[in-house]
């Protein structure tokens, strides 16, 4: 009988994989609107309140945003 393919990936593959499948604009994601909404009453509350995203799993580029 057949042996079923199996296929390895390491970390870097994988990075490439996910960027090439996912359009480049969506990263970082912005928070949706049910949770901008809270994170803006906590602004309101705390001005120096601040959200930060980070461009994929690797957590290497950081994007920091106020909100106020």
Same mark, same amino acid.
């Given at each position: 009988p057949k042996r =079923?393919?199996?296929f390895?990936?390491?970390?870097?593959?994988?990075e490439?994989?996910?960027r090439a499948?996912? %359009?480049?604009? !969506?990263n =970082?994601?912005a928070?949706?609107?049910?949770c901008?909404?809270?994170?803006?009453?906590i602004a309101?509350?705390? %001005?120096?309140f !601040?959200v930060?995203t980070?461009?994929?799993?690797?957590?290497?580029?950081v994007?920091i945003?106020q909100?106020?």
């Amino acid at each position: 009988p057949k042996r =079923p393919r199996t296929f390895s990936f390491d970390e870097v593959a994988v990075e490439e994989m996910m960027r090439a499948s996912a %359009p480049p604009d !969506r990263n =970082p994601l912005a928070p949706c609107g049910a949770c901008k909404e809270w994170l803006v009453k906590i602004a309101e509350a705390n %001005p120096s309140f !601040r959200v930060v995203t980070f461009e994929n799993s690797r957590c290497r580029n950081v994007y920091i945003n106020q909100l106020m």
